[in-house]
């Protein structure tokens, strides 16, 4: 993956990373501080309805404990003390009455408990009345009460007066229903309903469900929880997912009776419309710093790739370059000051000292190239000095002979000039060898490019050094690798090469052994390689001899290898040596395929 890409990924991963990580925060802090806004909101409702509970309580209370002292009461009481009273006559006194004191239900009951006039079931006179007993809670209470038209939920306060042996009881109460749910004022998001739970239900009925606004739609998701206080008779919580859309967080509080029988079950609904918009609004900025970020992290990666890979990648291009011996493109690299102020940057540093290191090594190369220079030339005149010295010695005592030979007799000096002739002769034809091969040395040519057949070429040197081989006893063998394909290279001048490495073999070898020549290839280049089985080399010697006039042989020049090495190096190829003393030397020669120049020559050829 490229430094780009993986800059790209990691700015990206970073931005999504931390803008999730903050919206996961912001909305648990957000709901958070929204239900705790929430349950305070719920409890002050709570604590208002029970305030108003209390409130209406005591209204109805008083109003009971006024009817007491009532002129109405007065007589229910003196007609209960007759032995056999007649409660006709009240039919209708409680309704009255009731609807003067806008109470929906008030009855008169007599001290056995009997009913002597009901508002809300006039019919019901002479029935006894459960809550019309001395026990009866002096506080107002909740109370399921029958009525012609079905069950009713009340708050009821019971009080009593008597006369003499009579006693009565005045039981009234106010309906709980839409009505009284109305007379809360909740705040804005906030609603207070009521489940009807008397007549001990099991479950739940949509029917009994009491709201101060609109009808509760969907009621049935309330269900669980209604069943939850039905169970425990205990506050319960949930948040309910309506259908329409609306998330809404009721608390269900149970209302019970004088007996502790649950009556019904007081919800306060808070919507969560307010939680929901702003977790959208989180989610919608959250998904904006997204982008935002993703875009940011697209600019600013580009941006380091262009300040950090651009240099590098042209750096690269240019260390390439001065590989392939461009040493041009190298010093193009950095700006190209030396002692300036520091560089801003780390690139620009590596550019500068990129180019610092292409300058010096120029100037080393150049330096080395000189002195080389200058060292081949004073070794080329020493060994020339060398090897003409040797022939000149024996020249000098030649003629200083001759001229002695002269002041004796005519015959001894003809016998002298003749002898001293032939050695001038022969050191002189010395002289001609070493200066021919000097003058070989100096002018080797360049290579004419041709396909080349490394098999043919190393049976064809086999072949030259037969009676050679045979002679000094030395068995051939040749290894040559199948299908080896042709490459580019002069057959002269590289039959000249293996031939100077079988000459050196043979030499090795005085008292016999074996040459092995090997071909091989590989992808880009082909191998010839000579062994032999003689003294081998040690490691110094393998280190000098590619030395020109490097020799350990009296008539050696010490020039093959220096030639042999020439021609491989022309060849744009190398050559190796692997030996051990009394082990025997291998020198390997590597020759590149030189496709280019294949085709170019076989273009020619063909
Ligand atoms: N196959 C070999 N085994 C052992 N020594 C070798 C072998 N080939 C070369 N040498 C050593 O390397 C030296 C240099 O060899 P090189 O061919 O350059 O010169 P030379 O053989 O001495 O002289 P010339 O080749 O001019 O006759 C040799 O003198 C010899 O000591
Ligand atoms: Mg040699």
Known sequence: MSLHRRLLLLFAL????????????????????????????????VAQFRREFDRKGEGVDRRVE?????????????????????YSNFLDTARTIADAQQLDFLEFADDHGKIISSAQWPAKFGYLEPAAKPSAPATPFLKEEETPAGSALGLFAVRSTSAGEGKLYVI??????KAFLATFTAPAGMRVMLYENFGRPSGFAPERLLASGPAVQDAGQIAPLIRQVQQNSRESSAVIHWRSGDDEGITAFPLTGADDELLGILLVGSSRQIYVDLRGQIRSAAFVAGAAGLLLAVVLSSWAAARVTRPVEQLARAAQEVAAGNWDAGLAAGSGTDAGPPSKDEITALADSFHRMTRDL??????????????????????????????????????????????????????????????????????????????EFSRMPQPHFQPVKLNELAADVAKLHQAQLAQAKIACDLQLAESIDPIAADPDLLHRAVSNLVLNAIEAMPQGGKLTLRSRQNANAGHIEVSDSGKGLTPEECANLFTPYYTNKVYGTGLGLAIVQSIVSDHGGKISVSSEPGCGATFIIELPANREKLQAAQGTHV
């Open 14 to 45: 970073t931005v999504l990373v931390s803008v999730a990580a903050v919206t996961i925060i912001v909305s648990a802090m957000a709901r958070r501080a929204f239900d705790r806004a929430n349950d305070q909101r719920t409890a002050a409702l």
């Open 66 to 86: 006024a009817l007491t002292t009532s002129s109405e009461a007065n007589r229910m009481l003196i007609a209960a003390a007759r032995p056999a009273p007649d």
């Open 172 to 177: 009234g109460g106010v309906r709980l229903d």
């Open 362 to 439: 120029l100037d080393q190369r150049e330096r080395l190239v000189q002195s080389e220079r200058v060292a081949a030339w004073r070794e080329l005149a020493r060994r020339l000095a060398h090897e003409l010295k040797n022939p000149l010695f024996p020249l000098q005592l030649t003629i200083e002979n001759l001229l002695r030979a002269r002041e004796h007799s005519q015959q001894q000096f003809d016998e002298t000039f003749h002898e001293s002739a032939a050695t001038l002769l022969s050191e002189i034809a010395n002289l001609k060898n070493i200066v021919s091969r000097f003058s």
